[in-house]
């Protein structure tokens, strides 16, 4: 198997519902007279690819609706595949109807024919050494303000990779004269000076600019990709006249160039232009994050890329490289940050994030410094069932500059009662304006916890690297000051659990504690708690989550507790899952306990129950 994916059950059956799927690869010695028996039902679909590139229909269960097929023998005839040659047969499984969830179940592979022992050789890919994350610039001495929120789609690409050419030099472009973050930046003594049209701003700034890029509505990747590697303007072909008259010569023609083509010239002719450090893949037509990979080389692709190819592009970059980005279609939000992780990547979640190359800026970086509270020192509490809330969601830098400052953060009730905030840790380099305001708004009841994973989303007993990884997610958390996190993981047992988690946490690292979120039961572990090197992991015991468990309901559980201040079941963590409840809500339903249990700082929970293990 070569890209894992969908479940398994009942023994060797797996499934494939929805979106999964999963790929084998047979390396055939001889073809001739060679099949492949298939025992496989309900609503399957087999494609097949001789080169891992482009798959064709191959069987269908040929059913709709709810309809499912009884198990059957499909035979698979390798030999005319192949055409009765040598070589790579790859077969990929999926769902036929998708919308319903009753995907094709594979039962059992009867291979007849000769298979060599060979496998295709594994791009050579590097570990990245140090830190992968791009630190902050100063900013220009001016820096120029348009917003372009009303131009058309083409002009404003444009824009974007002209605030990215720029900035690879030094962040003097804004294209949002309402963000916040950059009004928080001006407090630090950043000039500004607003341009009346984006000609006037282009004219300004061509000088930074050696060309332009032309491409068509089905080539902005491509055309992103090369505008960082050749300092190029990203021309949609329907302006090109207009930007022509700026006197700007074409540097690429891109139209027509599909992904093969674009990953060839990438492993070839490019290589060691771009970055390795950094790969973006977003929603084609979306404006997000082009500003940061044209400024960094990163390489930018399409969020709906198949597994296939999005595989061949994360492995041009190096093993512990930062993939910013959301939703691959690999599963769900695990096969997608699992499929990143197993190639060694982790995740900064971000599909709508603009400008981050002026809100990663500094007005003077030498000069920054941003701190979390202090703890609390630890209190004596009796007879009480200690309890703390956990905020989700904090991982997601779109959710970190916009809603979670609205909506959450900006909550008129925060503070009322304790609450653990989930940031990245990477958000000190990524937004650093941003960071400093959440330190210095936070209040004595809130504590930021370094999230989910630390500087990205990944999980580590299926990370490719995470010894690498660990080290990164220390220097984060010494970077950023954060004593306590939480990390979400799958493991497949608690002996593994501990095993990984002990490069996260032990004598040497910055931290002091952590939480843990299981992802297959955000309260699988049911609060269990252990020591590594001294040090507390507690995972969760109950989950706000609409449909699951009401605050109403966890309180009744709360006061049948045991209040043993020496025994780890007398410690509840609480997660709030952030798209069920606002903290409004929460106040409301936790500022009046029952009399036998206390509420507290994660911090503080942290060390309490450090003394009960």
């Known amino acids: 198997m070569v890209r894992s994916g969908g479940q398994l059950s009942g023994g060797n059956r797996r499934f494939a519902d929805v979106r999964s799927s999963w790929t084998y690869r047979f390396n055939f010695k001889r073809s001739k007279g060679a099949k492949i028996e298939l025992e496989i039902g309900n609503q399957y679909a087999v494609s097949y690819s001789t080169n891992d590139w482009e798959y064709l229909p191959l069987l269908d269960a040929g059913v709709t609706g709810e309809e499912t097929k009884p198990q059957t023998i499909e035979t698979v005839d390798v030999e005319k595949l192949l055409g009765g040659r040598p070589g790579m047969l790859y077969l990929k499984f999926a769902d036929c109807v998708p919308e319903n969830g009753w995907g094709g179940m594979l039962s059992s592979i009867k291979i007849s024919g000769t298979l060599s022992d060979e496998k295709p050789a594994e791009p050579e890919r590097p570990t990245f050494a140090g830190n992968p994350i791009p630190l902050p610039k100063k900013t220009a001495d001016v820096v120029d303000v348009f917003d372009c929120g009303r131009e058309p789609k083409a002009i404003q690409m444009m824009l974007c990779s002209l605030q990215g050419i720029v900035a690879q030099t030094q962040p003097a472009i804004c294209l949002s004269a309402h963000n916040f973050w950059f009004k928080e930046l001006e407090k630090s003594g950043v000039k500004t000076e607003v341009q009346p049209s984006w000609a006037a701003l282009l004219e300004k700034h061509k000088g930074a600019v050696k060309g332009y890029i032309l491409c068509d509505s089905e080539t902005w990747n491509m055309a992103t990709t090369f505008a960082g590697i050749r300092q190029g303007l990203v021309v949609h072909e329907e302006i090109e006249s207009e930007i022509k008259a700026f006197g700007l010569k074409k540097l690429n023609d891109v139209r027509g160039k599909d992904l093969r083509w674009f990953h060839t010239f990438l492993s070839t002719k490019a290589k060691g232009r771009f970055a390795i450090n950094g790969i973006v893949n977003i929603k084609d037509d979306r404006l997000a994050m082009r500003d940061w990979a044209i400024a960094n080389k990163f390489i930018y692709v399409h969020s709906g890329l198949q597994p296939n190819i999005l595989e061949k592009f994360y492995q041009l970059v190096a093993v512990g490289a930062c993939r910013y980005g959301w939703n691959d279609p690999v599963d769900d939000e695990f096969g997608d940050v699992n499929f990143a992780g197993e190639r060694g990547l982790f995740t900064i979640p971000t599909d709508h994030t603009q400008n981050l190359t002026l809100i990663s800026a500094l007005a003077d970086p030498k000069l920054f410094r941003a701190a979390p509270p202090p703890v609390p020192a630890v209190a004596k509490i009796k007879n009480k069932h200690i309890v703390t809330i956990l905020v989700s969601d904090g991982d997601n830098l779109n959710l970190m500059l916009e809603g979670y400052r609205d909506t959450y953060f900006g909550s008129s009730r925060r503070g009322e009662i304790p609450l653990g905030w989930m940031v990245p840790s990477s958000s000190f380099d990524l937004c650093p304006t941003t960071y400093k305001w959440y330190c210095e708004n936070a209040t004595d009841n809130d504590v930021l916890l370094g999230a989910l994973s630390g500087p990205g989303y990944v999980y580590p007993s299926k990370m490719r690297g995470v010894d690498a990884y660990a080290k990164l997610y220390d220097f984060y958390n010494r970077r950023a000051g954060l004593k306590y996190g939480v990390i979400m993981d799958l493991p497949d047992s608690q002996a593994e659990q501990k095993e990984v988690f002990s490069q996260f946490l032990n004598r040497n690292s910055y931290q002091e504690g952590l939480f843990f979120i299981d992802y297959s039961n955000y309260a699988k572990w049911k609060g269990d708690a252990y020591l590594i090197d001294g040090k507390p992991v507690v995972s969760l015991r109950?989950?706000?989550?609409?449909?699951?468990?009401?605050?109403?309901?966890?309180?009744?559980?709360?006061?049948?507790?045991?209040?043993?201040?020496?025994?780890?079941?007398?410690?509840?963590?609480?997660?709030?899952?952030?798209?069920?409840?606002?903290?409004?809500?929460?106040?409301?339903?936790?500022?009046?306990?029952?009399?036998?249990?206390?509420?507290?700082?994660?911090?503080?929970?942290?060390?309490?129950?450090?003394?009960?293990?």
């Open 542 to 613: 109950y989950i706000l989550w609409e449909g699951q468990m009401s605050p109403e309901e966890i309180k009744q559980k709360l006061a049948a507790s045991p209040t043993d201040p020496s025994s780890p079941e007398s410690y509840s963590v609480i997660m709030l899952h952030l798209w069920s409840y606002n903290p409004d809500e929460i106040v409301e339903a936790f500022s009046d306990l029952p009399e036998n249990v206390e509420l507290v700082r994660p911090d503080l929970f942290l060390n309490m129950i450090k003394e009960a293990l």
